[in-house]
């Protein structure tokens, strides 16, 4: 289990949010279960590599690299377009593959 940062800034979490991750971390640690958090910098940094630098970038990476997420790319957003609700899965599948790479479980994505 990870999670992204919460509760400093520049999340813009909602309190209620911040509040149940603190339970998830600490009912996992009660149960041994480690949960690192990652910021959104570290995130980045972990897709530089294969040239990514935005969340869009992150996601074409993404898309680019696993085919069952080809077809769930979201379109190019633009500023008066509200976020598309298939860009908070390719945000978990960036967590992961962060912590994957961090612990030094697998390699990072790179570019096709």
Known sequence: MAFEQFDDHPSRRARRIQE???EMI???????IHTP????????ECFERSGARTRRDIAVSIADQI????QRLPRK????DSE????????AVALALTYFAVSGQAAVLTKA
């Open 77 to 80: 957003r633009r500023r008066w």
């Open 67 to 70: 085919a069952i997420f080809r």
């Open 26 to 32: 600490a009912l996992a640690g009660g149960r041994g």
């Open 37 to 44: 958090i990652y910021s959104r910098e570290v995130i980045r």
């Open 84 to 91: 598309d609700v298939r860009q908070s899965l390719f945000d």
């Open 20 to 22: 149940l991750c603190r």
